[in-house]
């Protein structure tokens, strides 16, 4: 994985790839995502960014790409029975749900989906 949203100008700048693949987690996180996703608009590739890292970070990806024309589609890990995205998404109140290859966007404030209190953690 690429760490730095330079790795991405420098792809470009050479046509090394049809499809961008960052990945928010290794990259900093969203702004980044941006960056490189503008500049995926501006040199008319692809975008479809890593994983994400599981639950929160693939929900933050699904709300970037559905905002972006040329991210065709958002990966998830998926690799039932022992590493069915479902398990990545156990944190949430909320069940995102995958139908016919698609997710819906949640559309409540923030993010969309809540952590189940729980799971915190608190010292």
Known sequence: NNTVVADF??????????ILQPESMV??????LIEIGNLSKIAKKEIVPHHGGGDIGVIAHIHLLSTWENAPYCEML???PLSSYKHKFFIFNENPE??????????????????KEDLIIRE
């Open 9 to 18: 100008h420098e792809m470009v700048e050479k046509n090394a790839y049809d």
């Open 27 to 32: 990259l900093g996180g969203i702004t980044p």
């Open 78 to 80: 998926n690799d039932p």
């Open 98 to 115: 995958v139908v016919d290859g698609k997710i819906k966007v949640p559309d409540t404030p923030g993010l969309g989906v809540t952590i």
